[in-house]
């Protein structure tokens, strides 16, 4: 890989969860602190404050495990995937930023997040999630099963328009159901993680 290192002998490294894909750092390599990382799988840095090669987790144990190594375009800016152990940053955080490195399912959490915050309100008046939610567990399940025989249904068929609609309308009642029930997507990816295994 060939690599553009600054007037200093340095190339800035964005460390990305492999996983959850959130940042979770930024540091500066040399070509030895690159070759070392390479060698032991666990991320290098050079410390331009202590002047030497600095392993992630060397005093801590809170590792960066290397799973790859990309260069941006101009090939003077690497991104590094990594499974961390542990939290990231210095003062005890998952990342530099002070964020939780947590999976985040882009629009599906943000719905979750509106479902939860309907059924807190309670507003049956002015919202269907809070009225369906007041007539208990067993209509919400009910719920996701019509819309699973509907999305069947179409899926038979051959328009894809309906297919995608009745599907849109399962998703969200099964994340409803999944908050009905005290789970959140989150939990779902566990359990398959641990299928996955």
């Known amino acids: 890989m060939e690599i553009k290192y600054d007037s200093n002998g340095l190339v800035p490294a964005i460390i990305q969860d492999a996983t959850t894909k959130n940042v979770l750092m930024l540091g500066y390599m040399n070509e030895e602190a690159y070759q070392k990382t390479l060698e032991i799988k666990k991320v290098t840095f050079f410390s331009r404050s202590k002047q030497r090669l600095w392993t992630k987790g060397e005093e801590s144990g809170n590792f960066l495990n290397l799973v790859s190594i990309k260069n941006d375009c101009d090939n003077d800016t690497l991104i590094i995937q990594v499974n961390p152990v542990g939290p990231t940053c210095h003062t005890g955080t998952d990342t530099c930023w002070s964020e939780e490195n947590?999976?985040?399912?882009?629009?599906?959490?943000?719905?979750?997040?509106?479902?939860?915050?309907?059924?807190?309100?309670?507003?049956?008046?002015?919202?269907?999630?809070?009225?369906?939610?007041?007539k208990g567990i067993n209509k919400v399940a009910q719920k996701v099963g019509e819309e699973a025989v509907e999305t069947v249904i179409e899926a038979?068929?051959?328009n894809d328009e309906l297919f995608l609609y009745e599907s849109a309308d399962l998703l969200f009642h099964y994340l409803m159901l999944l908050q009905?029930?005290?789970?959140?997507?989150k939990d779902i990816e566990a359990e398959l993680k641990g299928r996955h295994k």
């Open 102 to 134: 947590t999976s985040n399912f882009g629009f599906f959490s943000t719905l979750e997040d509106i479902i939860a915050e309907r059924v807190a309100n309670k507003d049956t008046s002015n919202s269907y999630v809070a009225k369906l939610f007041s």
């Open 156 to 158: 038979m068929d051959n």
């Open 180 to 185: 009905a029930k005290g789970f959140t997507l």
